[in-house]
């Protein structure tokens, strides 16, 4: 069973930066960050792609990295410059077959407050 537990969320200031974490128990090739604003619909904010290769949302591109680390079994988010409108609960995720639309498997979520 696939478990993801997401940490390193918090409150900031614009400008700031912060990185989050998703532990994660078996890894799988497409994982990645995903964010819901209340009110909104959950969007895409950067996930790994079957070749390795890095999808970013166009708001993020040059202010957020996606990393991952096989040794502690952690995918890390890093976002720098943040705005206001990066406030949202933010949730790792992971499909268990990369050729899939749809993710399987979700956090529980971490929140992240962006302050002007």
């Known amino acids: 069973q696939v478990q993801l537990v997401e940490s390193g969320g918090g409150s900031v200031q614009a400008g700031g930066s912060l990185r989050l974490s998703c532990a994660y128990t078996i890894r799988y090739i497409c994982m990645g960050w995903f964010h819901q604003a209340p009110g909104k619909e959950r969007e895409g904010v950067a996930q790994f792609e079957i070749d390795g290769s890095i999808t970013y949302a166009d708001s993020v591109k040059g202010r957020f990295t996606l990393s991952q680390d096989n040794d502690k079994n952690t995918l890390y988010l890093q976002m720098s410059s943040l705005k206001p409108e990066d406030t949202a609960m933010y949730y790792c995720?992971?499909?268990?077959?990369?050729?899939?639309?749809?993710?399987?498997?979700w956090g529980q979520g971490t929140q992240v407050t962006v302050s002007s």
């Open positions: 995720a992971v499909k268990r077959r990369c050729y899939t639309s749809n993710y399987d498997y």
